[in-house]
């Protein structure tokens, strides 16, 4: 924290007004279900991006960020898509939605501290949305922090920078896991009707451990592929009448996939209908304390991720038959895919036994070392 502090001296010449973070996250289940209107289970990291802020009195932002050691400036009305380019975006394009929804909000001064890891599908982009939103939220008297409402507001501006300024087509669970999650609790994410609903899930009764691995295969959200899928299922949802695919879960699949015309588009509307239903499939084994049945829930997602969504990669595969050859309860690919990290329930006795056998199927296999580390579930957003 100091060494923020100091930045944030040595740029503007005082201290800041406060200190905010907001915290990445992994999705226990309900992958690529966001933007179909569907469930996603969340938890936060205990890896935080932080920012320190202040106000000004002009229409400025002034962003640095301790790991790159750069500034930019841009003024709030110049803020567009595209501009500013790169990891600014973020910062700028959660001002400038909020501006648009009607708040008053001027200039920050901002200096980043991000302690989420950058390019592993951790959502570090969403850590830093949502610490600036807080942080904006707190210095221009918004008050938005204070309720689950403002809460989603403050998601939904997030998204907006991520979509409209750092064109990236996202659904909204990032930004919601780091708004809504809870210490010691996974979010069930209604993203139809925004609802959201706290599960305990809290391992260390257990024994067991929930395992993250950084394939460091690399992720880019922005790229085509996510687009493509997302796109399948708009095009499957007007085939078939509706807005969201999450309006036939609960149809007979085999009907609903007979309307479909190619095979493609059957794969991709099985795996968003199929994943739904696992989202809640783990809520029920998690309040039952059956965590054999949410490892084998996680290994069918990563079944369908991998064979009829197609999104997951040559590195996730091996964390997950790896984890799974060693001892695992489940494991699966975690996010949007096409590299980034995999998550893994391992009892804690076989912890060091399982990194140890997926570093060295990645040393095999001659790819990038991994990095494995034990998570818990943490806070959201919130003033340091
Ligand atoms: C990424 C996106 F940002 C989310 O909105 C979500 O679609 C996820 O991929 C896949 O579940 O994290």
């Not at 569907?38 to 802020?53: E, M, V, Y």
Request: with cysteine; charged share 25%; proline share 4%.
């Amino acid at each position: 924290m100091p060494r923020l502090q100091d930045a944030f001296m040595t740029l503007t010449g005082h201290a800041p007004d406060g200190v905010w973070s907001a915290p990445g996250r992994v999705n226990l289940i309900g992958e690529h279900t966001d933007y179909n209107g569907g469930l996603a289970l969340p938890i936060a990291l205990p890896h935080r991006t932080r920012c320190a802020a202040s106000p000004r009195e002009d229409d400025l932002l002034r962003i640095h960020s301790l790991q790159d050691d750069s500034s930019v400036e841009v003024r709030i009305d110049d803020v567009a898509e595209g501009h500013p380019a790169g990891w600014t975006a973020y910062v700028a394009g959660v001002v400038w939605a909020l501006r648009k929804d009607g708040n008053a909000v001027r200039g920050l001064d901002v200096v980043v501290d991000g302690q989420v890891p950058l390019g592993a599908g951790l959502s570090s982009s969403a850590a830093l949305e949502c610490a600036v939103a807080a942080a904006a939220s707190d210095l221009f008297g918004l008050g938005l922090l204070d309720s689950s409402d403002g809460r989603r507001v403050l998601a939904a501006a997030c998204q907006r920078a991520e979509n409209d300024i750092a064109g990236a087509p996202t659904g909204g669970m990032d930004q919601a896991a780091a708004m809504h999650c809870t210490e010691r609790h996974a979010l069930r994410l209604d993203c139809l009707d925004g609802t959201t609903e706290q599960v305990p899930f809290d391992l260390t009764s257990h024994d067991v451990v929930l395992l993250v691995t950084d394939t460091r295969a690399s992720h880019a959200l922005a790229d085509g592929q996510y687009g493509a899928r997302r796109e399948s299922c708009e095009q499957a949802a007007e085939i078939l009448g509706v807005e969201t695919l999450r309006e036939v879960v609960g149809r007979p699949l085999d009907e609903t996939l007979a309307l479909l015309p190619d095979e493609v588009l059957r794969r991709r509307t099985r795996h968003v209908v199929t994943e739904i239903a696992r989202v809640d499939e783990v809520v029920s084994s998690l309040r039952e304390g059956d965590l054999a049945a949410v490892g084998r829930t996680f290994v069918a997602s990563h079944e369908s991720l991998r064979d009829d969504y197609e999104v997951s990669c040559t590195e996730l595969d091996l964390v997950v038959d790896t984890a799974m050859a060693h001892g695992a309860l489940g494991s699966r690919m975690t996010g949007g895919g096409f590299g980034g990290s995999a998550i893994s329930l391992v009892p804690a006795a076989d912890v060091d036994r399982v990194t140890a056998a997926i570093e060295d199927a990645f040393a095999a296999a001659h790819l990038t070392p991994p990095s494995s580390f034990p998570v818990t579930a943490s806070a959201p957003a919130h003033r340091d």
